[in-house]
Structures are given as C-alpha cells and as structure tokens.
C-alpha cells in the first residue's frame, strides 16, 4: 500500500510479484490434478471409499464423510467430518484416492491432538477476523494521514492483524505437510504400487503448493508494510 509518489514502483513490483507467485502456484495445481485425474487407480476404489477405509483402520470411528461441490474437500473440527468435492466423492483417480487419505489424514490429527492442529483451530476465528478487516483498518490510516498519530494507530493496528494472518499461513504449513505425509504413509502401507503412490505424492506436493505460496505472498505484503511504515 503506497505512502508516497516514490514508493509507487516498489508497490507494483510487490503486487506483480505476487500475482506471479499465486498464478504460477494455481496453474501448476490446476496441470498436476488434470493429469492425474484421468489415471485410474488400479484398486478401483472411490474416494468416498478411500476415506472411510483409511477412518477405520486408523482406528479413528466411523466420521462422517459428506459430499460437496466442486473443489470443495476439507475437513471440519468442529463435527469431525469430511467432506470430498464433486471430483473426489465418488471418483476412483489418483487424485481422488490421494485427495481423500489427506483429508482423513487431518482426521488423524485431530483424533491424536497434534499440537499444530489444535493451535491452529483455536487460532482460526482471530485469524478470520483480521483477515476481513485488517485492510479497511489499514486504510484508514492511509486516509488520516501516516503523520497524524489517529492514522499512524490504524496503520500500525492493520499491520498486527496483518501479521496474525501471517501466523495462520504459518502455522497451516505443517498442518497440510503432516496430513499429506500420513495419507501417503497409509497408502503405502495398503501396498499401492510405486507408479500409483508416486503420482499420489506428486498430487500431495503440488496441493500443499499453494500453502506455500499463500504463505510467501503473505510474507512479502507483510514485509512491504513494514519498510512503508518505517520509510514514513
């Protein structure tokens, strides 16, 4: 967010940058799901399938597994449940397969309380909330001026809830590392071949993608706030 004329360039090089980092994140995604959605597993098993499997022999319970709209899988703390997106429900890809082991994996998680989960489920809602409103709040100082010490509060406000955005793209790289490294590790136990279990990792690497660059766009847009407020 630019203060002054001089600093206008280093605000479009920040946000290009950016824009380059997610896009570049989000094709990539797009190509490795595609290609990999077209491969059958060779156990001929759905997703839906895949993941209540995985819930059992993990000794977790029978968790729910819900059917969602397109692109919509996750898992749910809140009623230990899961839910698989319309490519994933009833599917038998590699993607599918690969797609439903993670999401179970967060079960997994959750069932054990790994200490990242919980941190961040509990950190969620605060999160959330600077999330919405850490750029109204930002901008707010830029309206009263950076000068003036009601706009140099808001400013220095929208850059701690910033910050606690940050934290959570921070602390959801594990989460996602750790779902993907227990979804494989069941795979291979299972005995799925290494072709299959290769493509499922390459699927898994790809997703967790867009974690990172989530993470390091925050990062720069975070480091770009602060070197404006020092400049001013």
């Keep these: 967010m630019p203060f002054s004329g001089g600093s206008f360039g280093l605000y479009i090089a920040v946000m290009v940058l950016t824009l380059i980092i997610g896009g570049g994140a ?3 995604v797009s190509s490795q ?3 990999k959605s077209r491969i059958q597993s060779s156990w001929g098993v759905t997703g839906v399938d895949m993941a209540r499997r995985m819930a059992h022999d993990k000794g977790i319970g029978a968790i729910p597994v819900y059917q969602g709209g397109p692109n919509q899988d996750h898992f749910d703390p809140r009623n230990n449940s899961v ?7 009833g599917q038998t890809s590699l993607t ?6 993670h999401e179970v994996g967060h079960a997994c998680q959750y069932a054990e309380g790994y200490w990242f989960m919980s941190v961040r489920s509990a950190f969620a809602p605060i999160a959330s909330l600077a999330s919405n409103g850490w750029i109204i709040v930002f901008f707010m100082g830029i309206f009263f001026g950076a000068a003036s010490a009601l706009g140099a509060f808001f400013i220095k406000l929208g850059i701690v809830m910033f910050a606690a955005v940050l934290l959570f793209h921070l602390i959801t790289l594990p989460v996602e590392f750790d779902a993907s490294r227990r979804g494989l590790a069941y795979l291979r136990d299972c005995g799925m071949n290494q072709g299959e279990l290769a493509a499922c990792s390459q699927v898994l690497r790809a997703c967790a993608l867009t974690y990172v660059a989530a993470a390091l766009t925050a990062l720069i847009q975070f480091l770009y706030m602060l070197l404006s407020v020092r400049d001013n």
Excluded: M, N, R
Aim: aromatic share 10%; proline share 0%.
């Design 26 to 28: 989000q094709a990539y």
């Design 33 to 35: 799901l595609k290609g």
């Design 83 to 89: 839910t698989l997106g319309t490519e994933t429900f």
């Design 96 to 101: 599918a397969v690969a797609t439903a082991v």
